[in-house]
């Protein structure tokens, strides 16, 4: 089954007037010690020329009947914190949002976990989530806890059941394809140390 991993970067600074001025939305109270982080190459700006040639990649994922393919990693974006502990809450709704509890502060990615299958129309697939529905995201500082992973299937899903572990939906596509995402809840610890904390983790699926 595919792997998925979750990973953020905690960092200390010191910020300077401009980046004051550009998280003041987050309240004077949330500028603090920390930043939490995921990492982006950047691509360096090309000297001017007069003719310019720009490739793009073209690509497309084949699925085979009665699998699951990841399509999104789980990435919590930027989280501020001022020492003190918290929570952020990822939804798994198709316009998610990372919505922090009110001693922290969130900014950029905030991107939910997501899955692609493919199955036969009427057919009843089960979603099986880690033990407990929660994961433990671990780096140089104490482990960061990951809650409540829920999950939200498209429209070509419709909700039938759940469990202790596990979502059970209908394929309703007539052509059989579908996707899901996974969202949850990360707890940060008061203090949290500056680095990179990540977990991964595995999601099966089961076709009744």
């Known amino acids: 089954m595919p792997g998925h991993s979750i990973m953020c970067e905690l960092i200390r600074f010191a910020p300077s007037p401009a980046l004051r001025q550009a998280f003041a939305r987050f309240g004077a109270g949330i500028m603090g010690s920390a930043v939490c982080i995921f990492i982006a190459a950047v691509m360096a700006a090309a000297p001017v020329q007069a003719q310019t040639v720009t490739m793009s990649e073209a690509r497309t994922v084949v699925i085979e009947e009665l699998t699951l393919t990841k399509l999104k990693d789980m990435d919590f974006g930027y989280v501020l ?67 409540d992973m829920v999950v939200d299937g498209t429209p070509e899903m419709r909700l039938t059941g759940q469990g202790k572990g596990f979502v059970k939906y209908r394929i309703d596509a007539p052509n059989g394809a579908f996707a899901f995402r996974i969202g949850g809840t990360i707890t940060i610890n008061p203090g949290q140390l500056p680095g990179v904390y990540e977990a991964p983790f595995e999601v099966r699926i089961e076709y009744d």
Do not use: W
Not at 84 to 104: D, E, F, K, Q, Y
């Open 81 to 147: 914190t001022n020492g003190a502990g918290g929570t952020v809450r990822m939804t798994a709704t198709r316009n998610n949002s990372c919505i922090p509890s009110a001693n922290l502060g969130h900014s950029g990615v905030c991107q939910y976990a997501e899955f692609a299958g493919y199955g036969e129309s009427g057919r009843q697939v089960r979603v099986k989530l880690p033990g407990g529905n929660k994961l433990t995201l671990t780096g140089p500082g104490a482990d960061i806890q990951l809650s």
